[in-house]
């Protein structure tokens, strides 16, 4: 049974099988946007940075793994909401939350060495609300649909993971220019 005391009060309305796989587009876009994007940095970036790069690569390919599951559930739940039966996409969400968890923390166990190494806030931050987003992110559908949440509940779940990880990516971003900031500077020091 829902936890939600009355499904008249449920707060997504019904979800078309058009909007998720557009949902399912989009996600796929971006993944193969971010994949060009993180293929460029290393490419290029990561020769720019030199006192913090042993500290700074372990974490960037942690956070690329996070991004990745990230979209991937929106991409994947969409998909799979849209042609399979509701216990296949319950167990989807259960072992891709799982895998969003296991990466959370090794980004979470990263952020400390991160921090002291390079002076961007954007990471942390990006951590700490990261964090809290994975939080409701695996909760929250299983808050609203009990042991079987609907295509509704699900839905929260696509929206939490489109928009953290494209906070995540954003956060990436920042930190890039920060970073090559402060190595500018200590050449220059």
């Known amino acids: 049974k829902p936890f939600w005391p009355n499904a008249r009060l449920r707060p997504m309305r019904p979800v078309s099988d058009g909007f998720l796989l557009n949902m399912a587009e989009v996600s796929g876009t971006l993944i193969g946007l ?4 993180v293929f460029f940095y290393v490419e290029t970036g990561f020769h720019r940075i030199d006192r913090s790069r ?3 690569e372990p974490y ?3 956070g690329t793994r996070i991004v990745l599951i990230l979209f991937a559930i929106p991409l994947l739940l969409s998909l799979t909401l849209v042609i399979l039966e509701p216990i ?3 167990v989807l969400f259960a072992l891709l939350s799982l895998m969003l968890i296991a990466a959370n923390i090794d980004t979470a166990v990263r952020i400390r060495a991160v921090a002291r190494a390079t002076p961007s806030t954007a990471l942390v931050v990006n951590e700490v609300a990261g964090t809290v987003g994975v939080v409701v992110l695996v ?4 808050i609203l649909g009990g042991l079987h949440p609907t295509r509704e509940d ?3 779940a696509i929206l939490l993971a ?4 494209f906070i995540s990516v954003s956060a990436l971003v920042l930190s890039v220019f920060d970073m090559a900031k402060s190595e500018s500077r ?4």
């Open 60 to 62: 960037f390919r942690a």
């Open 154 to 156: 699900l839905m929260w």
């Open 54 to 56: 042993e500290v700074v």
């Open 139 to 142: 909760v929250l559908p299983w």
């Open 162 to 165: 489109f928009a953290s990880g």
């Open 34 to 37: 971010f994949l060009v994007g």
């Open 186 to 189: 200590g050449e220059a020091g």
């Open 88 to 90: 296949w996409n319950t």
